[in-house]
């Protein structure tokens, strides 16, 4: 069985400021794909970035950072220079490698607003 | 790109009326498209995995009777809430992944529909 925790509920940060939005996971899949999400107001589920378990280097995108640490199980997304565009509900997510659905487990979510 | 389209976004229905949302994938095909359901200020809770040309394999917990399932083509995949009542108002959202499911996960990451709102009255 898969889980992700997002212990943030809710997180402000300032304009043009960096924030670090946390999420660890637990699984016994020796490998496994985590992703970030972000769900705007109007519902929809916007793909940000991705890291594989046997990645070496830490997956980047833009403003996006993921900063995976694997002995602790932890995969945190950064946002350098939020944008008040950025105020959203953000999703941790895994998928195994294993099997041919590869359907997604989701975290909690946090909802991120951005101050101006 | 990969675009999944859902429809209705959103729907408004009387208790005990059937509802029928529609998914699908409009520049490529998926074998398998899955439907989560989201309630307001939660997290996506998978509901099923859809198969186009076999059944629909539901989560635990989550009633084939009651949300039906049809993947009756490569593009399309369909949930009809059966007897609506005013619990099953939620949020539902499709996804699919564009090529085989092989290889590393976020060699073919799943793209979302915008998703459907569903209100029972």
């Known amino acids: 069985a898969q889980k992700i925790t997002q212990t943030q509920p809710g997180m402000f940060v300032q304009e043009k400021e960096a924030v670090t939005l946390d999420c660890t996971y637990d699984?016994?899949?020796?490998?496994?794909?985590l992703f970030w999400y972000k769900q705007p107001s109007s519902g929809e589920m916007i793909f940000l970035i991705y890291?594989?378990?046997?990645?070496?280097q830490n997956a980047t995108e833009g403003r996006y950072s993921l900063n995976f640490q694997k002995a602790r199980k932890s995969a945190n997304l950064v946002i350098s220079a939020s944008q008040l565009g950025d105020s959203a509900m953000y999703f941790c997510a895994m998928s195994p490698f294993r099997g041919s659905a590869r359907q997604l487990t989701f975290g909690s979510g946090t909802q991120l607003t951005v101050l101006p | 790109g990969a675009v999944v389209s859902q429809h209705p976004s959103r729907v408004i229905c009387k208790s005990g009326t059937s509802v029928k949302i529609e998914c699908r994938s409009l520049?490529?095909?998926?074998?398998?498209m899955f439907w989560y359901r989201q309630f307001p200020k939660k997290s996506l809770m998978l509901m099923a995995t859809s198969n186009e040309g076999s059944k629909a394999t539901y989560e635990q917990g989550v009633e084939k009777d009651k949300f039906l399932i049809n993947h009756a083509s490569l593009t399309l995949s369909t949930l009809t809430v059966t007897s609506a009542h005013p619990e099953d108002s939620s949020f539902y959202i499709c996804?699919?992944?564009?090529?085989?499911?092989?290889?590393?996960?976020?060699?073919?990451?799943?793209?979302f529909g915008a998703g459907s709102r569903l209100t029972v009255l």
């Open positions: 520049d490529f095909q998926a074998t398998t």
């Open positions: 996804s699919a992944r564009k090529g085989m499911s092989t290889g590393a996960p976020g060699a073919n990451v799943l793209t």
């Open positions: 890291q594989g378990s046997y990645d070496q």
């Open positions: 699984t016994s899949d020796p490998s496994y794909g």
